[in-house]
């Protein structure tokens, strides 16, 4: 059995099954599963118990899954000691948010991937919070504030924010001054946040209530501009609205804190090469912003 055939395994294993692990690879399924099945006849045991929903781990399966990916850690580290100053081989999987990720990130993995032909730079636009470890990512880049979790995460910039409305919204319903306010007003969000205001350092949390959600900042733009509620966005997306007036800060006295950008992998000990040569890009291009108040300092 080579390398290709243990790494195979482990994305089958960790993925669930063999249509999902060759979306992971880039292979076609017939190629998984003879990969696989040319493992079990060299190991002559079942690994992987077929069924109508994908593949489970056989008690032996489980066992051997640790240690072919702790091979694979292990190859793939070697590789990049022996490789020549600077030169990146194999894929990166990068997870991006759909709001920027293509205006904002694309940019740097295709300068990333100019740099270093032999990289398969593969990035996946989406405002879904995705499971790194369950769907295969290398790492992921989020907006925003990170929750508690057991990923790595690394810090590359900042990005602004703003409460807004519309006009005819204000004109209907008033625009809140303080955060006992605003909790009180129909607001346009992702799911069930909570949201911060700035009081000078402290921040404040809220929990605001509204019957429009979305999650992309984009549309909820829209819905903003459409005066079906207050909305808390970053600036790059509703700069030109406010110039025409078509939106308006409100709270200002109590400000959105800066957002964080940030670069988040697995746990390990040390992160892959690519990942840090990743990150370093994402640090040129963003690290220079400091903000002036934040609730992440």
């Known amino acids: 059995m080579d390398i290709e055939e243990l790494r195979t395994f482990v994305e089958v294993a960790d993925a669930g099954g063999v249509t999902a692990a060759s979306r992971r690879l880039g292979v076609s399924k017939s190629i998984v599963s003879r990969r696989l ?38 190859i793939e580290i070697a590789r990049e ?14 997870a991006a948010p759909l709001t920027f990720g293509p205006t904002h990130f694309a940019p740097v993995f ?56 519309s006009p005819d919204y204000i004109e209907r319903h008033g625009a809140p001054e303080t955060p006992e306010e605003f909790v009180t007003h129909e607001v346009v969000m992702q799911g069930t946040e909570t949201w911060m205001a700035m009081d000078g350092d402290k921040a404040i949390p809220m929990k605001p209530q509204g019957r429009f959600k979305a999650d992309n900042a984009v549309a909820l733009v829209a819905a903003a501009l459409a005066g079906i509620g ?3 966005v970053p600036e790059e997306l509703i700069g030109e609205h406010l110039a025409s007036g078509a939106l308006v800060p409100v709270m200002p006295r109590y400000p959105c804190p800066d957002l964080g950008i940030y670069v988040i992998r697995p746990p390990g000990q040390h992160p892959a090469r690519k990942i840090r040569v990743l990150t370093e890009m994402l640090l040129e291009c963003y690290g220079h912003y400091r903000p002036t108040a934040t609730a992440e300092r």
């Open 81 to 94: 000691t022996i490789l020549p100053a600077g030169e990146l081989r194999g894929r990166l999987r990068i």
């Open 230 to 232: 207050l909305a808390g």
């Open 110 to 165: 295709a300068t990333l991937a100019q740099r270093h032909p032999k990289l398969h730079v593969q990035a996946n636009y989406t405002d879904r919070f995705v499971d790194l470890i369950a769907e295969g990512f290398d790492c992921a880049i989020r907006v925003g504030h990170l929750s508690d979790s057991t990923l790595l995460a690394r810090r590359v910039g900042w990005t602004t924010a703003k409460y807004v409305a």
């Open 37 to 74: 099945a040319r493992i079990e006849e060299d190991l002559g045991i079942q690994l992987l118990a077929r069924t109508t929903r994908g593949a489970a781990l056989t008690e032996a399966g489980a066992t051997f899954r640790d240690h072919a990916a702790r091979i694979c850690a292990e």
